[in-house]
């Protein structure tokens, strides 16, 4: 290989390739096996070049990337993605099949990892590279992520800068930063309007050629080395720096191994490498770069963190589109189209072989039109939305998602380095059999069955320590509280969210419980303290409570404001209810939910008054929110002989009269105190409407009536006009005599009463009223006895159930009669 061979020039054999292109993947394919050099040199951190041999593994499946942490700030981190389709992956891969060494040659992470931290003064931060993070994220602070000319900052255009790893304002004109696309220049230069289409045909349906495997590299080497005579390196020192340690790192390969030396990278450093340069100048690019000590691993990647739509600059539109060219054997197109058509009926569309033979022929016949080699993504996405799609782009939304990006995820073996909280992750995953997927699903769990309830478990401690791996949701099949909804999706970015959980503990539990603690003692408002012991039972972290208890009693001890203790309440009592599904010995927590309410009982009537028209709303709202904690709270803390909390709901409704009987408190709280005792059975139905006849008379000020009224039948109170038409009269008496100029005022309060109401419930109401309240007629009328009631039952009504009835019983009529009697 010393000489040169075909297209060859002399030299180290320069690779110059698309980052995760199928076609610079298939021909670096060929030119190792056509080279059969002796050492493959590889863009990327020479931190991992011992975690190379792990690419071997039957347990590695791409695509997947070197993920590299500071150790003394884990969330500062970079990744370098790989797929099966990435050249650098193909020639790793090369490399161990045919036992020839391979090492990474781009700058170490130490140092760009370091770098980082000086962005911020640096804005122009110049790593172009795959190894920046994909994106600003909370694991990859702003400071980090460069936020020009990285894969981190967006394309001007549809291509890939970062792909061949561009970066060109022109050095004489420091002060303008003039980013180049280098396909787009070329595309342009082909008369392609779309540099992803140009990309294509020349490259991904051509392939490398059967005669002359280095022909693409050296023609791509020649476009490249035009465009940075004409646009130069932009001022870029750091991308200086990358080249010049490439340039040592070669050089040093040479003296070992001479020329047969192959090194893949990304075609943009093509003609630096190439370049004469000396190892004095080169070095001295390199003295005094700032460092941190570093870790590295392999972990999972996914084909959605590939796309560019996830911010990664070094992405590509359609990672699923390229997978499926890499790995199709051939008839490429077919096999797509039976992919699709195999995706809708999973969904249950009508999709026949018809279909696709059809769909096969248009998009070859579109390719022919448009001048294309092959038929490429637009032309087979073209001929799935008027064949399979009947011209819609709904069902073709579909295809984007699961096929164009896809949600493919993948796997690291168990023997790749990891921090001890990620290996104690992994031992419970594979216990409670809960697998991370890339594509986000939904998970009921039954916490009364001991695996499931382990699951809770799990996924509340990970979300304690802030790796929001799993989501609550909305159980839409019950509400009791041994059932739960998740909405799980793993993210690779969850990786760093591990890495920087570890300074906690080194497994799940002892860092969730250290986490709490910490937590506890550093919450700035008694809520967020409530809530912490609210995780920490739904967690069991039996250790962390303790500590969190002696905060929340010394925090509610010292808190003067009955809004914060209101607020602070619901979410303490509803953590009693877990006890029953978990077990949990929740006495400690009782004591302190019965005091945290005696003390609300105490303040409440007294911050009630005076207040204006939203501080009065929100008062409503902590009322009905600390009216649901105290019937919880008395259910929890059973007989008052035994629990001495019994009487809670006594003293609560004691509280609820005094609100409702003080002028100085405003009318929406008013009104809700009186509904409140309606529904407890505390207040008759005829004092209620006496009441309200009172607050309803000329001399209460319109808008104080209607904020009453708000108060009363407000959230869900319809249906108590509709049963109780004397309630019903009375408003519709009162609001015929709003005067003229008071009625505009009124009108936004009872619209928002009322436009909560159920349909049903309004349309109802409109009846009632234009029939006129008081002229009951049928069924409806509310005479002596229950209002909303008839005096005697309607047997015809009541015998139109008996044979659905004696269906359900499984009885004949006899038998129902005597069940009846």
């Known amino acids: 290989m010393a000489g040169t061979e075909g297209g060859r020039r002399a ?28 050492v493959v040199l590889i863009e990327g951190p020479p931190e991992a070049d011992a975690l190379i041999p792990l690419a071997a593994d039957e347990g590695m499946r791409p695509p997947v990337a070197l993920l590299a942490h500071a150790v003394d700030e884990p969330g500062r981190s970079a990744f370098w993605p790989l797929a099966e389709f990435s050249p650098e992956w193909v020639a790793i891969r090369w490399a161990l099949e045919h036992e020839v060494p391979a090492r990474f040659i781009d700058l170490p992470a130490t140092h760009t990892l370091a770098w980082g931290r000086d962005d911020e003064a640096d804005p122009e931060g110049e790593l172009t590279g795959e190894e920046q993070p994909p994106e600003p994220t909370a ?34 004109t420091p002060d303008i930063d003039i980013r180049v696309d280098p396909l787009a220049v070329l595309a342009e230069a082909a008369g392609y309007d779309d540099p992803e289409r140009w990309w294509e045909d020349v490259v991904e349906h051509r392939g490398a050629g059967e005669r002359d495997a280095f022909a693409p590299f050296t023609a791509l080497e020649e476009a490249m080395g035009a465009l940075r005579e004409t646009y130069g390196v932009g001022g870029r020192d750091r991308d200086l720096v990358r080249e010049a340690y490439m340039r040592l790192q070669v050089r040093a390969a040479q003296r070992e191994f001479e020329d047969d030396v192959a090194v893949v990278c990304g075609a943009w450093h093509v003609p630096a490498l190439r370049q004469k340069a000396s190892v004095a100048a080169d070095r001295a690019l390199l003295k005094g770069l700032p460092k941190v000590k570093a870790d590295l691993t392999w972990v999972p990647w996914t084909h959605r963190r590939l796309s560019r739509a996830s911010g990664y600059g070094a992405g590509i539109d359609s990672p699923g589109w390229y997978g499926h060219l890499f790995g199709a054997p051939d008839r490429p197109v077919e096999r797509w189209m039976t992919k699709v058509a195999g995706l809708f009926r999973e969904e249950d569309r009508i999709v026949s072989p018809a279909h696709v033979i059809e769909a ?83 998970l009921e769990l039954d916490l009364r069955k001991e695996i499931d309830a382990g699951r809770s478990t799990l996924l509340h401690r990970l979300r304690l320590l802030r790796i929001e791996w799993g989501e609550p949701a909305a159980s839409r099949g019950s509400t009791g509280t041994f059932r739960e909804t998740w909405r799980l999706r793993w993210e690779p970015e969850l990786a760093v969210r591990v890495a920087e959980a570890g300074v906690w503990g080194t ?25 912490l012991a609210e995780h920490c039972l739904l967690a069991e972290l039996p250790d962390a409570l303790p500590v969190v208890m002696k905060v929340l009693a010394d925090r509610a001890a010292l808190d003067t404001d009955v809004g914060h203790l209101a607020q602070a309440l619901p979410a303490l009592v509803r953590s009693l209810r877990y006890g029953d599904v978990r077990g949990t010995d929740t006495g400690a927590l009782t004591e302190v939910a019965a005091g945290l309410a005696e003390r609300v009982f105490v303040g ?15 008062m409503r709202r902590h009322v009905d929110a600390v009216h649901g904690a105290v019937g919880l709270l008395g259910d929890a803390g059973g007989s008052g002989a035994e629990s001495g909390h019994g009487d809670l709901r006594v003293r609560w409704r004691a509280v609820l009269r005094t609100l409702s009987a003080r002028d100085t408190v405003p009318g929406v709280i008013r009104g809700r105190a009186v509904r409140l005792l309606l529904d407890e059975g505390e207040l008759g139905a005829d004092e209620a409407a006496r009441l309200m006849g009172l607050v309803l008379s000329p001399g209460t000020p319109p808008a104080d009536a209607a904020a009453w009224i708000e108060g009363f039948v407000g959230g869900g109170g319809g249906l108590l006009l509709v049963h109780d038409e004397r309630l019903l009269g009375l408003v519709d008496e009162w609001l015929t005599r709003v005067p003229a100029e008071a009625f505009t005022d009124v009108l936004p309060l009872l619209r928002r009463t009322f436009s909560s109401y159920e349909p049903g419930v309004r349309r109802t109401l409109g009846e009632l009223v234009r029939r006129g309240p008081g002229k009951q007629t049928g069924t409806t009328a509310a005479v002596a006895g229950i209002p909303g009631f008839g005096a005697e039952p309607d047997a015809g009504r009541a015998d139109a159930v008996v044979p659905v009835l004696r269906l359900l019983l499984g009885l004949d009529d006899d038998e129902l009669v005597g069940v009846a009697g």
């Open 360 to 442: 096969v022929r248009l998009a070859e016949t579109l390719a022919v039109m448009r001048g294309r080699p092959l038929p490429g993504l637009g032309e087979t996405t073209d001929a799935v939305r008027a064949v399979m799609c009947e011209g819609s782009d709904v069902p073709l939304s579909l295809v984007r998602d699961r096929l164009v990006v896809g949600d493919v995820l993948g796997e690291v073996p168990p023997g790749a380095p990891a921090v001890p909280l990620q290996r104690d992750l992994d031992r419970s995953q594979r216990r409670l059999r809960i697998k991370p997927e890339a594509l986000e699903r939904e």
């Open 507 to 531: 497994t799940v539990p002892a860092a969730a419980t250290a986490k709490a603690e910490a937590d506890a003692v550093g919450a700035e408002s008694l809520a967020d303290v409530t809530a």
């Open 139 to 172: 694991d990859t602070p702003a400071a980090e992520t460069p936020s020009a000319g990285s894969p981190s900052s967006e394309s001007p255009s549809a291509s890939d800068p970062a792909a061949l790893d561009s970066s060109a304002p022109d050095p004489s």
């Open 604 to 618: 409440l009537p007294p911050a009630c008054a005076a207040l204006d028209g939203d501080a009065a709303e929100e």
């Open 11 to 38: 030299g180290p054999l320069l690779l110059g390739v698309r980052h995760h292109g199928p076609g610079s993947a298939r021909a670096v394919r060929a030119a190792l096996a056509a080279a059969r050099p002796r």
